[in-house]
């Protein structure tokens, strides 16, 4: 016998925004607050939460992956260059081998293996949510994020008089990719000097991104292509083994300061 569902637009719109407020509310107050959705916030977030930290994504799209989905110049295909395959590996991502050390997948399939794997591990989202400030306190540390609807932003300037709301966490992590959003409000305030990004040159930028992935200021966390933004290192186009390495970085790092 098929079952059928009597639900109609009154119980599912209710469901949505009960479940929605519930969620919201929750995550006022989180362990670490990430700030990008891409492959860097994505691997933070699903390692931070593995270990039992609660963690909540801010991402001002409507989907999450970043350039995870597209790879290079519009084509759908990205590649990883060893070590990363340890990481493919580990998600269960299918790739090619097509040079020495060199590796491509399709980014739609990566990607999906990796939101899942977040999503798996407990991770929670707001999309369309876009990063406006940081919430400081009186020794000048990171102690939150102020965020407003991303459509605000499109909005005529005569009426966008919508303020924005607060949530506190012990812990920001910008991944925001070159733009480097959450460090450049900082330098705004004349707490931080970034150099911004260099010319592209592989070989040494997946290196670097992972060196200098960790804590810029007390309470921030730089991972991924904000941390090339940050010290002025080389960028690495469209491979994204560091990317994944440097968020599995800054998840160690975050729960080397939780603790």
């Known amino acids: 016998m098929i079952q059928k569902s009597v639900a109609g637009e009154k119980e599912i719109t209710r469901a949505i925004i009960s479940e929605f407020a519930t969620q919201f509310r929750e995550y006022v107050e989180s362990d670490c607050i990430i700030i990008g959705a891409g492959p860097s916030g994505l691997m933070a977030g699903r390692d931070l939460t593995r270990a039992g930290k609660k963690v909540f994504i801010v991402e001002r799209n409507n989907y999450l992956g970043g350039g995870f989905w ?3 110049y519009l084509m759908n295909k990205l590649t990883i260059r060893l070590p990363g395959k340890r990481i493919l590996d ?21 990607c999906s293996k990796l939101i899942a794997a977040a999503c798996d591990a407990g991770v929670k989202f707001a999309n369309l949510t876009s990063f406006d400030d940081l919430v400081l306190r009186s020794d000048n540390r990171v102690a939150g994020v102020v965020v407003n609807w991303t459509a605000v ?3 005529p300037r005569e009426i966008t008089c919508v303020d924005p709301i607060g949530l506190e966490t012990k812990i920001v992590i910008d991944a925001t ?7 450049k409000k900082l330098e705004q305030r004349g707490l931080i000097k970034t150099k911004g990004f260099g010319a592209m040159w592989v070989e040494r930028s997946e290196d670097l991104i992972i060196e200098h992935t960790g804590e ?14 940050t010290y002025g290192l080389p960028r690495m186009g469209p491979t994204f083994g560091a990317m994944l390495a440097s968020g599995e970085r800054a998840a160690e790092i975050v729960l080397e300061k939780l603790r």
């Open 216 to 229: 810029v200021h007390p309470g921030l966390v730089v991972t991924g292509m904000a941390t090339a933004t």
């Open 90 to 110: 580990e998600l269960g991502v299918p790739y090619k081998a097509v040079g020495e050390g060199l590796l491509v997948a399709d980014g739609p399939h990566a």
């Open 70 to 72: 597209m790879g290079g």
């Open 153 to 155: 932003e499109a909005m």
């Open 177 to 183: 990719g070159h733009e480097a959003k959450v460090v």
